[in-house]
């Protein structure tokens, strides 16, 4: 009776975690749609690169859950840093990565080169399974011909998606791991 219980509640527990990232899910991709990565960044460049989720909220048709949860998912995917004001309140700035693109653009509108890559995801992972699974950032700039800012973010978007893993090495560098090592057989 206690195993029949105990396999019960597993069962309960892991069907309320997939509900739960079902949910997650679909209000990502309802604020995807609502607005776009450029136009976030349009803001924030009026505001001198700084967004806070009210004043996303304020300057859009977003709610202030909504314009938080846009926020930080363009903040796993590098396009802000997380910070906080005078106040010890969130604060949202475009990365370094994005400032210099905007930088390096004389176009009205900002290219975000964080946006398309030149280099997909699965051309990402099979790279790293060239490599035994293990890849750094150096190691897939040479690789991908690509340059270094786009392979760390590229690889830092797919750790943040759970597709790699992140090993700091004795020197300090970082080697990111494949997970699914079922694709190395």
């Known amino acids: 009776m206690v195993t029949f219980l105990i396999i019960f509640a597993f069962i309960l527990a892991c069907s ?18 609502k607005i776009s990565n450029s136009e976030v960044v349009k803001l924030a460049q009026e505001n001198n690169g700084k967004l806070t989720p009210q004043l996303l909220s304020e300057r859009t048709e977003l709610s202030r859950n909504e314009a938080s949860r846009k926020l930080y998912l363009m903040l796993s995917e590098g396009v802000f840093r997380y910070e906080y004001d005078d106040n ?10 994005v400032k210099r693109a905007l930088e390096q ?9 964080l946006i398309s890559f030149k280099l997909s995801d699965s051309e990402v992972i099979s790279i790293a399974l060239e490599s035994g699974g293990r890849i750094s950032p150096v190691s897939l700039c040479v690789k991908g011909n690509i340059s ?38």
């Open 148 to 185: 270094i800012e786009e392979a760390q973010h590229l690889l830092e978007r797919l750790h943040s998606r759970g597709v790699f893993d992140v090993e700091i090495k004795e020197s300090g560098s970082l080697v990111y791991l494949l997970n699914d090592l079922d694709l190395l057989s």
């Open 16 to 33: 309320g975690g997939i509900y739960l990232y079902y949910q997650e899910s679909e209000k990502n991709a309802v604020v995807k749609m």
């Open 88 to 97: 010890y309140l969130p604060v949202f700035s475009l990365s370094n990565v």
């Open 105 to 113: 653009s004389h176009e009205a509108e900002p290219p975000l080169r």
